[in-house]
Structures are given as structure tokens and as C-alpha cells.
């Protein structure tokens, strides 16, 4: 298949695994807690990418293993936890509209830190972007009194993370194989998370044997495997054969998904938070409109 069609069906198969993601860390979170969700969402996508890319960490070198490390931590690590934390105060819809900043955040990143193509016109798209994230939060403060909306910080830390990431792949390990980037950032992480999942006693006889616990594990399993390590790749390859710009409007689509099994799980969603995340879309399609024009010309 094509790049220029393989590209768009990469798009939409990650808008559905991560779409799906936010309302399983919700489930989870029945029975872990948030940085226990992260370490075991990372444990087991680490073993499960091991299995299967073994082999390709023969192409890292000392260098390239610098830059697949900090991607594991900021790509996945950090926000894993981040996204999870902030979802035992806001809903999980709201977490993913937030997280549809990545694209304005990946334009910033790579204008300020990474040399990207100065456009003067794509500063618009991410002005409106900011606002619509501004407006939601308020809204969702107003609709729903009892949630703590300055958790919303967090979505908007790890898009951040998300942005860098995306950079530092595209910069750095470009000509490296996508299974092994995941491979070699999910091998150093494994020694971490076991770490945080010992230092917040996960391993207990009493927390094993718990029927949440059961349940929870049910849940971020699913989440590991299709919504960590099978994404991983394919976002991964989606940077190398298009742009970080174009690869991180996956999250065009991500909020229809999880607007969706939010709504199916009974959250709040008012034609307030509808309009502001119309808003942060309209400016995440601007930013990147803007950048095909350039990339065409």
C-alpha cells in the first residue's frame, strides 16, 4: 500500500485504539490506583513488545538508545500516569478533548526547539485551540461543580510530553524501525515500573486477591496491548512516513471516540463543552491546514 493511503489508514486505526483508551483507564481506575495504573499499563505492554521486537533493538545504537529512552518516559511513561490521575476528578471525554492540543503543542515545540518552518499564519490555529481549551475547562467546571477542574492541567502536561516525543522521533530515529523504538524505550521502562508497582505495594496478597483488582487488570490489560503496544507501532511508523504535525491529528478523531463510550457510560456532556471542543479542533485544523499548504508549495 502506498504511503499516501497508508498513512490515513494508520490515522484512523490509532483514533479508534485511542479513542477507547480513556475509558478504559476510567474502568481501571476501579481498582488501581493512577500510578499503579501506569506501571502495570507499561509492564505488560513492555513484555508483550519484547515477544515480538526482540530482535530489532540490534539496530539501536549508543546514541539512539539516549533518545528511545526519554521517548519511553515522556511518550508513554509520564503520561500514562498523568491522564490517569487527572481522570479521578474530570471525565474521560473531557480528558480527550484536551488531548486533542497535541497537534497545537507539536507545532510549538518543533518551531521553538526542533527548527520546524516558521508560519505566521498557523499561530492563529493554535490561539483558537488554546481558547477552546480555556472555555472547556470553564464549562466543565460550571456543568460539573463536584470535579476538581484543575486536573485538566494534567491532560495539557502530557500533551506537551506527547509533542516532544513526536519531534524526537522524527528528528532522531527517523531510520529507526518503529517496533524497535517501542521495543528498546518499553525494555528500560519495564525495571521502572516493577520499581513503582513494589514501592506502592501492588504485590500484596491483599491486593492481588481483590475482585477490583481482578477487574482493573482485565481493563488495562486490554489497554496495554491494543491501546499502548499495537498503537505504539503504528504511531511510531505514521511519524516516519508523514510528519508530527499530520501524526498527532490523530486526535481530530479521538474525541469522537471517546465522546461516545462516555456518553454510553453515563458522563455529562453539555452543548457548552460540544462548542469549546469544536473550538480547539477548528484551530487544530488551521495549524495543520496551513502546514500542508507550506508542505505542497
Same mark, same amino acid.
Given at each position: 500500500?502506498?504511503?499516501?493511503?497508508?498513512?490515513?489508514?494508520? #490515522?484512523?486505526?490509532?483514533?479508534?485504539?485511542?479513542?477507547?483508551?480513556?475509558?478504559?483507564?476510567?474502568?481501571? #481506575?476501579? @481498582?488501581?490506583?493512577?500510578?499503579?495504573?501506569?506501571?502495570?499499563?507499561?509492564?505488560?505492554?513492555?513484555?508483550?513488545?519484547?515477544?515480538?521486537?526482540?530482535?530489532? #533493538?540490534?539496530?539501536? &545504537?549508543?546514541?539512539?538508545?539516549?533518545?528511545?529512552?526519554?521517548?519511553?518516559?515522556?511518550?508513554?511513561?509520564?503520561?500514562?500516569?498523568?491522564?490517569?490521575?487527572?481522570?479521578? =476528578?474530570?471525565?474521560?471525554?473531557?480528558?480527550?478533548?484536551?488531548?486533542?492540543?497535541?497537534?497545537?503543542?507539536?507545532?510549538?515545540? *518543533?518551531?521553538?526547539?526542533? /527548527?520546524?518552518?516558521?508560519?505566521?499564519?498557523?499561530?492563529? @490555529?493554535?490561539?483558537? *485551540?488554546?481558547?477552546? $481549551?480555556?472555555?472547556?475547562?470553564?464549562?466543565?467546571?460550571? #456543568?460539573?461543580?463536584?470535579? %476538581?477542574?484543575?486536573?485538566?492541567?494534567?491532560?495539557?502536561?502530557?500533551?506537551? +510530553?506527547?509533542?516532544? &516525543?513526536?519531534?524526537?522521533?522524527?528528528?532522531?530515529?527517523?531510520?529507526? $524501525?518503529?517496533?524497535?523504538?517501542?521495543? /528498546?524505550?518499553?525494555?528500560?521502562?519495564?525495571?521502572?515500573?516493577?520499581?513503582?508497582?513494589?514501592?506502592?505495594?501492588?504485590? !500484596?496478597? =491483599?491486593?492481588?486477591? $481483590?475482585?477490583?483488582?481482578?477487574?482493573?487488570?482485565?481493563?488495562?490489560?486490554?489497554?496495554?496491548?491494543?491501546?499502548?503496544?499495537?498503537?505504539?507501532?503504528?504511531?511510531?511508523?505514521?511519524?516516519?512516513?508523514?510528519?508530527?504535525?499530520? !501524526?498527532?491529528?490523530?486526535?481530530?478523531?479521538?474525541?469522537?471516540?471517546?465522546?461516545?463510550? *462516555?456518553?454510553?457510560?453515563?458522563?455529562?456532556? %453539555? +452543548? +457548552?463543552?460540544?462548542?469549546? *471542543?469544536?473550538?480547539?479542533?477548528?484551530?487544530?485544523?488551521?495549524? %495543520?491546514?496551513?502546514?500542508?499548504?507550506? %508542505?505542497?508549495?
Amino acid at each position: 500500500m502506498p504511503n499516501q493511503y497508508l498513512k490515513w489508514f494508520f #490515522l484512523i486505526t490509532l483514533s479508534l485504539l485511542w479513542g477507547s483508551s480513556f475509558i478504559l483507564i476510567k474502568k481501571s #481506575l476501579l @481498582g488501581l490506583t493512577p500510578i499503579q495504573l501506569g506501571a502495570v499499563r507499561v509492564l505488560i505492554t513492555g513484555i508483550v513488545l519484547i515477544l515480538f521486537g526482540f530482535r530489532k #533493538l540490534k539496530q539501536l &545504537n549508543k546514541q539512539q538508545w539516549f533518545w528511545v529512552g526519554l521517548s519511553g518516559f515522556i511518550g508513554t511513561f509520564f503520561p500514562s500516569i498523568l491522564f490517569a490521575y487527572a481522570e479521578t =476528578e474530570i471525565d474521560s471525554a473531557i480528558a480527550s478533548i484536551l488531548n486533542s492540543t497535541v497537534p497545537l503543542l507539536a507545532l510549538i515545540v *518543533g518551531l521553538s526547539f526542533f /527548527g520546524a518552518a516558521f508560519i505566521r499564519k498557523q499561530f492563529i @490555529g493554535v490561539f483558537i *485551540g488554546l481558547i477552546g $481549551s480555556v472555555l472547556l475547562i470553564f464549562a466543565g467546571a460550571s #456543568l460539573n461543580p463536584d470535579q %476538581n477542574y484543575w486536573f485538566s492541567i494534567l491532560p495539557i502536561i502530557a500533551s506537551v +510530553m506527547y509533542a516532544f &516525543n513526536a519531534n524526537i522521533i522524527k528528528k532522531y530515529l527517523q531510520n529507526v $524501525s518503529a517496533l524497535g523504538i517501542a521495543t /528498546g524505550s518499553f525494555l528500560i521502562l519495564i525495571p521502572v515500573s516493577i520499581i513503582v508497582l513494589f514501592a506502592t505495594d501492588f504485590f !500484596t496478597a =491483599e491486593k492481588l486477591k $481483590s475482585p477490583e483488582t481482578h477487574q482493573a487488570l482485565i481493563y488495562v490489560s486490554i489497554l496495554a496491548v491494543l491501546g499502548t503496544a499495537f498503537a505504539k507501532i503504528i504511531f511510531n511508523r505514521l511519524i516516519q512516513i508523514s510528519n508530527p504535525v499530520f !501524526t498527532t491529528s490523530v486526535t481530530y478523531l479521538i474525541p469522537i471516540i471517546a465522546l461516545s463510550w *462516555g456518553f454510553l457510560d453515563g458522563e455529562q456532556f %453539555n +452543548m +457548552m463543552q460540544f462548542g469549546a *471542543g469544536l473550538i480547539i479542533l477548528l484551530g487544530v485544523y488551521l495549524a %495543520n491546514k496551513k502546514k500542508r499548504l507550506k %508542505n505542497r508549495a
